[in-house]
Each structure stands twice: as C-alpha cells, then as structure tokens.
C-alpha cells in the first residue's frame, strides 16, 4: 500500500458507507475521494462532501438533487442526480471503490466501476448473486479485481491460499443464525419489523438484518461464495456460531481447517479489502477470547429457517434462478417492513416466484443479453410475479 489512492464509496450514507469513511478517518489510509453517492439520504451525503469534498456528490433520488445543490453551494464540490449519475460515478476509474450500495440496485454502477479496471471492495452482495460470473470476468478483462467485504467471505478469501484452492473439501460459512434463532415457529409467525432488525450482533441497514433473521443473507452467501472461490453447492455448509468470532472456515482435503476470527465489527473486513495483500492498522476493537470463555456452534434448523434450501436450489439451478430469487426476497423483505406480510411469509413468496417464473418459462428471459440487460430482465419479470402475488392476497397470514 503505497501513496494517495483514489477512492469511490458508493453507498456512502448507510452502514457499511459510514462504516468506510470512518476507516479513513481512524486510520493511515491515505485517499483522495472521487465519488461519494447516495440513495436518498440528502443531509448525510452533503456532511460527508463538505468533510471529505470529493469532486462529485450524487444522490439517487432525483427529486433530492436541488436540495444537494444548495447544501453544497460554494463548496467546489459537483453534484449530480438519479440513477445514471450514480453509474458514471462508479465509471470515475477511482483506484477503489466500495460497493455498498444495497440490493439489485446496486448492479449496474458495479459493473461499471469494474469496467474501469477499478479494485471493487464489495460489501453488495446482491450483484454478485444477479451477475456473478460476468462480474468476475468483466473486473478480470479490464485488469481490476473484486475483494469481498462480506465478513464471511473475506474470511474465506484471507485463509484460503492460491496454491491448494485444488485441494478445499469445503467452505464452512458461519451464521450468527439472526434474533430468531432461539424463536418457535409460533413465536417467528408474530414477528415484528423492530424485533427482525435487531440483531444480536451486527448494526447493519435494515434490508440485510431482516435478511439475517430469514437467513436468505446466508442463502445469497452461499451463492456469493460459490461464484467468488468456485465452489459448487455441495461443498458449501452453513454452521450457526451465535457470537460471531469465527467469521467462516476452509476445510481442507487433508483433514486441516483454516478460520479468520475477529470482533464483529465490519471496519475489519473493509481495511482488509483496502489494504490486501498488505494489511491496514488503525485502533480495532481487539478480541479477548479468554474474557468470552467459549465459542459455541450449532446446525442450522432448516424447517424454520427455509431460505436456505430456496437458495441451494438456485444456485443449483443456475443461470439466472439467483438474480429472480434475489429480486423477490427484495419484493418481500420490503412488503415485510411496510407491514403487509407476515415474516414467516417471505421464505413462501421467495419459493412461489420462482416456481411461478419455471412454469412461464421467465427464468430463461435474458439469456444470449448482456450480464446486466439480462439480469435485469429476470430482475424485473420477479418483482412483476411477487408484486402480483402480493396484491392478489394483501394478507398472507
Ligand atoms: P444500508 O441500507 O445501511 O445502506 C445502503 C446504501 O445504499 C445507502 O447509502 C443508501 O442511500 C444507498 N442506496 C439505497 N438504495 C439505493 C438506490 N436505489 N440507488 C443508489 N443508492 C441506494 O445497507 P448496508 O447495511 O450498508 O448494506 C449495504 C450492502 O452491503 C448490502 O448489499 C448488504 O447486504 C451488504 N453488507 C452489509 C453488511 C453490514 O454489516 N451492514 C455486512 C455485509 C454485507
Ligand atoms: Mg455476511
């Protein structure tokens, strides 16, 4: 790590954005930020220009963009709206960027950024779940790389060694197994968005932790992970650690296991990324595993926790079985925030989609189109079939 880099943080203003810049703040890192860009939150956005004055600011919501403007008046800082604006941000040839915008949204100026050749941090793990080969091949192509940031994969990346990747027997991804891991299905049928949110152990945006509390965020892991080391299913475990200290383990063909342990904090896995192969220091939480005793491990109940198998069995299916499952946990994560499903209602209109988009023959949409034409497509026909089941019975429990 030598010299000023320059840096992209797109999603600055939520969890794993703030999280970034706080990096760079305690730490050594030296950067100079090109992009910081923004779903809707104005007023964060505009403090993070005027402390870091990147050259462009850009807030996804159109609508928002006077109100930038004039936040920003005077500062030398140029400012840009909507969703093409976030895309040439990303397209900036920023020698970094994070990406840690959330959901499917977060694709197109991915994409863009690898394109550029740019090292792509990415924390987004729905991109790489919609397009994850033509992601990989695209960051390849243009001489840039993709590093993880999920904590789960870059443990996987830091321990997993180039020269035997021919030798892994599996990949163990850990689950903290969310707020409802002790739960009965009664009790999880009455689940309340608040409750859903609060995780044990992450602060983390409020689409990730109902995703924590489904554990669909271990079902899109397993195909982030398989995508990012090439791993097939079969070789990809799932095991309920409820500190999470272990963020996950490489089981090798010689019987020898390799984990990456740290404090759940997320600044780990993003200096990690930054820095890789070299390594960032900066005031980290440290462990004390003598202060915390034992670490304990569990398997994962399947009955009440479903969104794993949905996930194994798109992942298996191939093609773009993961970007319409990934589309419709979307549709349904959000319908739960607002109140209109059940919680135990979302795993049903995940595995309903796509059983529905089979039968039409809507999962083959897209296919012979670009990564993100087609992505998008079966992106769209989801959110078409889930959005339909949802008006069709507005009260599913
Ligand atoms: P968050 O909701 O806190 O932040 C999301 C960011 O994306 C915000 O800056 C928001 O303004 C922006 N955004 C939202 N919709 C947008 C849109 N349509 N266009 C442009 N920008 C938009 O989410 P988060 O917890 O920071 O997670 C971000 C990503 O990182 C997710 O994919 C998540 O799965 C992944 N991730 C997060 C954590 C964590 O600890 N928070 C850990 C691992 C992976
Ligand atoms: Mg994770």
Same mark, same amino acid.
């Given at each position: 790590?030598?010299?000023?880099?320059?840096?992209?943080?797109?999603?600055?203003?939520?969890?794993?954005?703030?999280?970034?810049?706080?990096?760079?703040?305690?730490?050594? %890192?030296?950067?100079?930020?090109?992009?910081?860009?923004?779903?809707?939150?104005? %007023? +964060?956005?505009?403090?993070?220009?005027?402390?870091?004055?990147?050259?462009?600011?850009?807030?996804?919501?159109?609508?928002?963009?006077?109100?930038?403007?004039?936040?920003?008046?005077?500062?030398?800082?140029?400012?840009?709206?909507?969703?093409?604006?976030?895309?040439?941000?990303?397209?900036?040839?920023?020698?970094?960027?994070?990406?840690?915008?959330?959901?499917?949204?977060?694709?197109?100026?991915?994409?863009?950024?690898?394109?550029?050749?740019?090292?792509?941090?990415?924390?987004?793990?729905?991109? *790489?779940?919609?397009?994850?080969?033509?992601?990989?091949?695209?960051?390849?192509? #243009?001489?840039?790389?993709?590093?993880?940031?999920?904590?789960?994969?870059?443990?996987?990346?830091?321990? +997993?060694?180039?020269?035997?990747?021919?030798?892994?027997?599996? +990949? *163990?991804?850990?689950?903290?197994?969310?707020?409802?891991?002790?739960?009965?299905?009664?009790?999880?049928?009455?689940?309340?968005?608040?409750?859903?949110?609060?995780?044990?152990?992450?602060?983390?945006?409020?689409?990730?932790?109902?995703?924590?509390?489904?554990?669909?965020?271990?079902?899109?892991?397993?195909?982030?992970?398989?995508?990012?080391?090439?791993?097939?299913?079969?070789?990809?475990?799932?095991?309920?650690?409820?500190?999470?200290?272990?963020?996950?383990?490489?089981?090798?063909?010689?019987?020898?296991?390799?984990?990456?342990?740290?404090?759940?904090?997320?600044?780990?896995?993003?200096?990690?990324?930054?820095?890789?192969?070299?390594?960032?220091?900066?005031?980290?939480?440290? +462990?004390?595993?003598? #202060?915390?005793?034992?670490?304990?491990?569990?398997?994962?109940?399947?009955?009440?926790?479903?969104?794993?198998?949905?996930?194994?069995?798109?992942?298996?299916?191939?093609?773009?079985?993961?970007?319409?499952?990934?589309?419709?946990?979307?549709?349904?994560?959000?319908?739960?925030?607002?109140?209109?499903?059940?919680?135990?209602?979302?795993?049903?209109?995940?595995?309903?989609?796509?059983?529905?988009?089979?039968?039409?023959?809507?999962?083959?949409?897209?296919?012979?189109?670009?990564?993100?034409?087609?992505?998008?497509?079966?992106?769209?026909?989801?959110?078409?079939?889930?959005?339909?089941?949802?008006?069709?019975?507005?009260?599913?429990?």
């Amino acid at each position: 790590m030598t010299g000023v880099r320059t840096v992209t943080v797109l999603g600055s203003t939520g969890s794993i954005g703030v999280s970034t810049l706080d990096l760079f703040d305690k730490s050594a %890192a030296e950067v100079e930020i090109l992009a910081l860009t923004a779903g809707r939150n104005v %007023a +964060l956005l505009a403090e993070q220009a005027l402390r870091w004055r990147p050259k462009l600011a850009v807030i996804a919501d159109e609508d928002r963009l006077e109100e930038l403007r004039q936040r920003l008046t005077g500062s030398g800082v140029a400012v840009a709206g909507g969703a093409a604006a976030v895309v040439e941000a990303a397209a900036m040839g920023a020698d970094w960027v994070m990406s840690a915008i959330v959901g499917a949204a977060g694709l197109a100026p991915t994409l863009a950024a690898a394109r550029t050749g740019s090292v792509i941090a990415l924390a987004n793990k729905e991109s *790489i779940v919609c397009a994850g080969p033509a992601l990989l091949e695209i960051a390849r192509a #243009a001489g840039g790389k993709v590093i993880p940031v999920d904590s789960e994969h870059s443990a996987i990346f830091q321990v +997993l060694a180039p020269d035997c990747a021919h030798r892994v027997a599996r +990949l *163990i991804l850990t689950a903290s197994g969310g707020p409802f891991r002790t739960w009965t299905r009664a009790q999880m049928a009455a689940a309340t968005p608040e409750q859903a949110v609060a995780h044990p152990n992450w602060s983390m945006g409020a689409k990730i932790s109902v995703d924590s509390a489904t554990m669909m965020n271990k079902g899109l892991e397993m195909v982030e992970a398989s995508y990012l080391f090439g791993t097939p299913s079969s070789r990809i475990d799932v095991l309920i650690h409820p500190q999470s200290v272990i963020h996950s383990m490489v089981e090798y063909e010689d019987g020898s296991t390799l984990a990456q342990l740290g404090p759940p904090d997320m600044r780990s896995p993003i200096a990690c990324a930054f820095a890789w192969p070299d390594r960032l220091p900066w005031p980290a939480p440290r +462990l004390d595993l003598a #202060a915390m005793g034992q670490l304990t491990f569990e398997a994962p109940d399947v009955e009440r926790f479903p969104a794993i198998a949905i996930a194994r069995a798109a992942l298996d299916a191939g093609g773009r079985a993961p970007a319409a499952m990934n589309a419709a946990n979307e549709v349904a994560v959000a319908a739960f925030l607002d109140r209109k499903i059940g919680f135990l209602d979302i795993a049903p209109l995940v595995s309903d989609t796509l059983s529905r988009m089979n039968g039409l023959g809507d999962l083959q949409a897209g296919v012979g189109d670009s990564a993100l034409e087609g992505a998008m497509m079966v992106d769209a026909s989801a959110r078409r079939i889930a959005a339909d089941a949802l008006s069709r019975r507005p009260v599913f429990h």
